[in-house]
């Protein structure tokens, strides 16, 4: 038996959390179970942990959990052996499959990814889904021809979990990085991270509604979308590369072809559920050799299984700075 956060609905269809002691016959098919050690707390958790689910739960009982890292209790497959330090994010764990809000789960051996070494299992759930969506940002930009010195490289929801660890992994790699937020308090975070510069939110949401504006920014992690997005289009640098990860400003994009047509800017677009192994593999790699660890301590809070409820409602009002890790044995 172990412990574990299950989402119940009830005869009114609302779900609520509870903390239960289950059993691994319980857990869904897979062919390796995990011992977990950590989890995180993200938007889509949030969404998970609410009455309604947030339109993600498919099937209650439901335990939710984006990610998770721990060691490899048992192992069908020929790819993993009892005691891997292993790593998951994406394949709609926590979502449609349990994830990582017990001490216990099962999942494909496809899914998972070594810990890489100079990684342990809870600095990888300071890094995350958040942290690992920075890093194929990152990554993406710099495949499309993006260089330190080339001019400021744009992070919007800087304050938040991606932008934060994005801020981070840029300026470590050498980049300026121009922050935006719309929480002038974390200003002195986000320059501890790295930032250079902090923009605040009203400056891009405010500035003159053109499809070409100056062009300022050699690149871009945008993890806002909607309204910002089309802004910081009209924004780029000749060539300059924008990396989309997040809809939290709304799926519609409210601009024109003009700056793809007239400046070349290339617009990527940024999924973290289902990447190839060989996308995976490399993303941590690079996250175990050009993130400083140091600097992903500072955007840490720790929290217990008993705390979720109520963080998840508070991540849904954009009230949390930096990375929840969860402490599954805590």
Partial sequence: MFKALVMEQGEDGLATAQI???????????DVVVNVDYSTLNYKDGLCLSPKGGGLVRKYPHVPGIDFSGTVASSDSPDFKPGDPVVLTGWRVGEVHWGGYAQQARVKSDWLVPLPKGLNTRQAMAVGTAGFTAMLAVMALEDHGLKPGQGPVLVTGASGGVGSVATAILAHLGYEVAAVTGRPESADYLRDLGATQIVAREEINEAVKRPLETETWAGCVD??????????????????????????????LPTSVIPFLLRGVNLLGIDSVMQPKEARLRAWARIATDLPMEKLEEMVHPARLEDLPELGALILKGGIKGRVVVDLNG
């Fill in 20 to 30: 239960k002691q289950i059993d691994t016959d319980a857990l869904p098919e897979g």
């Fill in 223 to 252: 993890a806002v979308g909607g309204e910002m997005l089309a802004r910081v289009l009209g924004q780029m640098k000749y060539g300059g590369s924008v990396a989309a990860v997040g809809l939290a400003g709304g799926a519609a």
